[in-house]
């Protein structure tokens, strides 16, 4: 994590030799303090790049979502990686709509947004938190991350319908997109079904027997719960008016409203 800056370096045992020529010991430890420069913390999101020395960034995150801040320090003290001490400041903010983790040894805060939905607040949050790094004398460097906490938009299903043969079609969802841009994982189709939850939500830990959850959202009909396939085959056995919904799950496991289509056949 230490990065010693070969001029500072010279300066310093320098005035290392100098101090040890002319002082007695408390005035040299006096001198090196006022020598001392405080850390300089640098921080990246996402990957451990610190070309741009950046000491403040702006930082999107959405409910649920979890993101990686790398930081690392330059300091001239020449001690060693345990005389330097972290600490993280979050103001502006509620704590417990953000969780956040440090980990010193590797330079990352992993921070969390607890906030399934917005519904009982604002859909924005903004706060600051702060990156502290205090040295073997105390002094301080830090590094600010705005942070700005806002909704997750559910995904929008497509339904096409392709014909196979007699009565068989392909039943496609591959158009679904994603306001957010995030990657869908699961589908859900129903086929001349009852739907029975029909709001885009988060899953639950204790679902009742109507819930967002997989297989609960809908009953009757043919159910084809949580998959990953963007296309299923269904062979009708009558002709006539049929009903076929579609909804989806991002990256982020919320879940979108049911998208339903009529067909007669």
């Known amino acids: 994590m230490k990065k010693l800056n070969i001029i500072r370096?010279?300066?310093?045992?320098?005035a290392f030799c100098f101090a040890i020529c002319i002082t007695s010991c408390e005035s040299r430890v006096d001198l090196f303090h006022t020598l001392n420069e405080a850390p300089k913390i640098?921080?990246?999101?996402?990957?451990?790049?610190?070309?741009?020395?950046?000491?403040?960034?702006?930082?999107?995150?959405?409910?649920?979502?979890?993101?990686?801040?790398?930081?690392d320090y330059e300091d001239d003290f020449l001690g060693s990686e345990s005389?330097?001490?972290?600490?993280?400041?979050?103001?502006?903010?509620?704590?417990?709509?953000?969780?956040?983790?440090?980990?010193?040894?590797?330079?990352?805060l992993v921070l969390k947004d607890n906030l399934p939905t917005a519904t009982l607040l604002d859909k924005i949050v903004k706060m600051t938190i702060i990156i502290y790094v205090n040295d073997y004398y105390g002094d301080?460097?830090?590094?600010?991350?705005?942070?700005?906490s806002c909704d997750n938009e559910p995904p929008v299903p497509s339904i096409k319908l392709d014909l196979i043969k007699?009565?068989?079609?392909?039943?496609?969802?591959?158009?679904?997109t994603d306001p957010d841009g995030d990657t869908i994982v699961a589908y859900e189709y129903l086929i001349d079904g009852t739907?029975?939850?029909?709001?885009?939500?988060?899953e639950v830990e204790n679902p009742n027997s109507i819930s967002p959850n997989p297989g609960m959202a809908a009953s009757e009909g043919t159910y084809i719960i949580s998959t990953p396939l963007t296309s299923v085959k269904h062979a009708f056995q009558t002709a006539g008016?049929?009903?076929?919904?579609v909804r989806a799950k991002d990256a982020l496991g919320l879940w979108s409203k049911w998208n339903t289509v009529v067909v007669n056949l």
């Open 9 to 14: 370096f010279i300066k310093l045992l320098c």
């Open 42 to 71: 640098c921080i990246s999101e996402g990957i451990r790049d610190f070309s741009d020395s950046l000491q403040s960034i702006d930082l999107i995150i959405r409910h649920g979502e979890e993101k990686i801040v790398y930081f």
């Open 83 to 108: 005389e330097v001490t972290y600490s993280v400041l979050n103001i502006q903010g509620t704590q417990d709509y953000i969780s956040y983790e440090l980990y010193p040894e590797s330079g990352r």
């Open 140 to 148: 301080k460097g830090e590094a600010v991350i705005n942070l700005l």
């Open 166 to 176: 007699d009565m068989e079609y392909m039943i496609s969802s591959d158009k679904t």
């Open 195 to 202: 739907i029975d939850y029909d709001r885009s939500s988060y």
């Open 241 to 245: 008016t049929h009903i076929i919904a």
